[in-house]
T-cell receptor, first 115, second 114 residues
């Protein structure tokens, strides 16, 4: 059974540009959540989607957005990139919504470098 | 609020040594507890979990017991291997919360020498 798949794995962008990251959850999983990992802040929750609806959002500016499609695949977008957005972006999936108690599985992440 | 506190790293051990990584939590509700492991250049892998008090999660020789009285979920392994070198994250999840999300500790870097 395939795991959580994230693309691209590595990318370099310039300040001011925008980026879109993609996540394919484990087959059958309907909840997708996103986390940002940096050395300084650790793992921070971005948002969670369930059945194409954003259910929860972390404390990030509006430049960070996401969506979920009918096949549960999700994308996150960061506009007007800043140097501080350089991070590992992790996608996670679970069977039900996060509050259903299902185990949460992570992908290998997308490494974003902003120069 | 909800938070997880892990012991500061890095932790350096010789092969076959005993490992303990302390984790304590604060939760406004009733949490499930997890340990995730991150190998260099990779994402997070679920190592073990416990969903209620006194549950013991175990996997690959690692164990952790959910202690509600001490709000702790310490990770232990009796004999570490070089391949266990990684960053370990303790996390909690509040079941039934409308703000469902994982709360992570800052991670503990473990290095095991042969």
């Amino acid at each position: 059974k395939a795991g959580v798949t994230q693309t691209p794995r590595y990318l370099i962008k310039t300040r001011g540009q925008q980026v879109t990251l993609s996540c394919s959850p484990i087959s059958g999983h309907r909840s997708v959540s996103w986390y940002q990992q940096t050395p300084g802040q650790g793992l921070q929750f971005l948002f969670e989607y369930f059945s194409e609806t954003q259910r929860n959002k972390g404390n990030f500016p509006g430049r960070f957005s996401g969506r979920q499609f009918s096949n549960s695949r999700s994308e996150m977008n960061v506009s007007t990139l800043e140097l501080g957005d350089s991070a590992l972006y992790l996608c996670a999936s679970s069977l039900g919504a996060l509050d259903s108690g299902n185990t949460i599985y992570f992908g290998e992440g997308s490494w974003l470098t902003v120069v | 609020g909800n938070s997880v506190t892990q012991m500061e790293g890095p932790v350096t051990l010789s092969e076959e040594a005993f490992l303990t990584i302390n984790c304590t939590y604060t939760a406004t509700g009733y949490p499930s507890l997890f340990w995730y492991v991150q190998y260099p250049g990779e994402g997070l892998q679920l190592l073990l979990k416990a969903t209620k008090a006194d549950d013991k999660g175990s996997n690959k020789g690692f164990e952790a017991t959910y202690r509600k009285e001490t709000t702790s979920f310490h990770l232990e392994k009796g004999s570490v291997q070089v391949s266990d070198s990684a960053v370990y994250f303790c996390a909690l999840y509040l079941r039934g919360s409308t703000l469902g999300r994982l709360y992570f500790g800052r991670g503990t870097q473990l290095t095991v020498w042969p």
